[in-house]
């Protein structure tokens, strides 16, 4: 499977400032994807990455809060805008690789543990 | 009602038990169906695809029963590194995404 990295893999914030999260994979992916685990929770899809193109947001997500973006097909980013300390989660980056695996199998990068104060 | 449900555990068992999950889904138009383990504060990793006509590898058997929506993992000869939360994913009928269950924690101890 493909190897994903994420950048940074933690970060403790003020409220009302913007991190970025890199995702970077080494190979190229059809599908990324961004999901949300808050603390004791599972997993909830934040938005697909499109390369070259707007990101697709799940329902209660918006672009002005999760900007996303996606150059290649190898590298996307996802900011968390504007943070408060319900923002404090483990965001998670994954791919799908099609041109590879048949099935709509999903790969999870390591993650970013963030802390809002 | 939330899309995939699972038991709710946690299940503790002692090493060597049998131990079964189960899920339910509720999107009948459902394709593809995933068992994930999730190690505390690590990421998710794929375990095993679930297939119509159910699927082994090794230890773990994977059944899926369609008319049901029910999903389930069998776990034999379990062993102290078993212990994980196990997530049951489905994916959204038709699109490229992917709804996980919240997870059943298992703690196998000596």
């Known amino acids: 499977s493909a190897v994903i990295s994420q950048k940074p893999s933690r970060d403790i914030c003020q409220r009302g400032t913007s991190l970025t999260i890199q995702c970077q994979v080494d190979?190229?992916?059809?599908?990324m994807f961004w999901y949300r685990q808050q603390p004791g929770q599972s997993l909830t899809l934040i938005a697909t990455?499109?390369?070259?193109?707007?990101?697709?947001?799940e329902s209660g997500f918006v672009i002005d809060k999760f900007p996303i973006s996606r150059p290649n097909l190898t590298f996307s980013t996802l900011t968390v805008s504007n943070m408060s300390p319900e923002d404090s989660s483990i965001y998670l980056c994954?791919?799908?690789?099609?041109?590879?695996?048949?099935?709509?199998?999903?790969?999870f990068g390591p993650g970013t543990r963030l802390l809002v104060l | 009602r939330k899309e995939v449900e699972q038991d709710p555990g946690p299940f503790n068992v002692p090493e060597g038990a049998t131990v079964a999950f189960n899920c339910t889904y509720s999107?009948?138009?459902?394709?593809?169906f995933f068992w994930y383990r999730q190690d505390c504060r690590k990421e998710p990793k794929l375990l095993m695809s679930?297939?119509?006509s159910g699927n082994e590898d090794g230890r773990f058997t994977a059944q899926l029963n369609r008319a049901s929506q029910y999903i389930s993992l069998l776990i034999r000869d379990s062993k102290l590194s078993d212990s994980a939360t196990y997530l049951c994913?489905?994916?959204?009928?038709?699109?490229?995404?992917?709804?996980f269950g919240a997870g059943t924690r298992l703690a196998v101890h000596p």
């Open positions: 990455a499109n390369q070259g193109s707007e990101a697709t947001y």
């Open positions: 994954s791919v799908e690789d099609r041109y590879r695996v048949s099935q709509e199998t999903q790969y």
């Open positions: 679930v297939y119509s």
């Open positions: 190979s190229q992916v059809t599908m």
């Open positions: 994913v489905v994916n959204r009928g038709g699109y490229n995404k992917l709804i």
């Open positions: 999107n009948s138009a459902s394709q593809s």
